[in-house]
């Protein structure tokens, strides 16, 4: 039985982060450094040995394009790729758009702090990350968690917040110990999980500055 190796990255930085944008489900792409980060992402994973099976993205660009270079870095390209909308980032609402420091002049830095990484506080219109885990989840132990007790050697990329969702679940983690959990774009996170689904061991691999 091979081994059951679950990877999750962060896509790489894109237009909005880099204007410090409220991003959510809009749809911008990575720029020259997110580029950089997510081939850099695929150098290490290279250089680990890893190979892959299956590949699971959002229905966003820069997940997605994080998924091909990613894959183009380690030679992989034709992996088996499935794309969905239950990766998507958080939902965020009437905040998306938005500067954040603008945001937090307006509402106050409190505010914002527990709407960007409270459990159960959502943003105006938008998703709470126990909305993101509630729209993640199902789509997790369906689609992907099924390829990795196979055995299938499984890459994700997604977003910042519906990765935070995923890693509460993986690594069972409380409100208050998901609220201090920060994900680096293309920083790859790699998982090795036993066959009851828990997980074994985790390393972060970040990227080489
Ligand atoms: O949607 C966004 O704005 C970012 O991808 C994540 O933003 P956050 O760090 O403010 O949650």
């Given at each position: 039985m091979s081994e059951r190796i679950l990877v999750l990255v962060r896509h790489g930085q894109s237009e909005w982060n880099l204007k410090n944008l409220f991003t959510g489900w809009r749809d911008p792409d990575l720029t020259e450094q997110g580029v950089a980060e997510a081939k850099r992402a695929g150098a290490r994973l290279k250089a680990e040995g890893l190979t892959f099976d299956v590949a699971f993205t959002s229905a966003l660009t820069r997940a997605q394009k994080t998924l091909d270079l990613v894959l183009g870095e380690m030679g992989q390209q034709g992996v088996k790729t499935f794309r969905n909308q239950a990766l998507n980032e958080r939902d965020?609402?009437?905040?998306?758009?938005?500067?954040?420091?603008?945001a937090r002049a307006k509402w106050g830095e409190e505010q914002v702090h527990l709407w960007r990484r409270s459990y159960d506080v959502p943003p105006p219109g938008g998703e709470s990350l126990r909305d993101t885990v509630a729209r993640t989840l199902p789509y997790y132990v369906q689609e992907i968690l099924p390829a990795v007790l196979r055995?299938?050697?499984?890459?994700?990329?997604a977003h910042g917040n519906s990765l935070r969702a995923l890693i509460m679940v993986l690594e069972k983690l409380s409100p208050e110990g998901i609220m201090k959990r920060e994900l680096a774009t293309g920083a790859p996170i790699v998982y090795r999980l036993a066959a009851d689904s828990t997980v074994e061991s985790k390393r972060d691999l970040v990227a080489a500055a």
């Open positions: 965020y609402g009437d905040l998306s758009g938005l500067n954040k420091d603008d055995g299938q050697h499984t890459i994700v990329t």
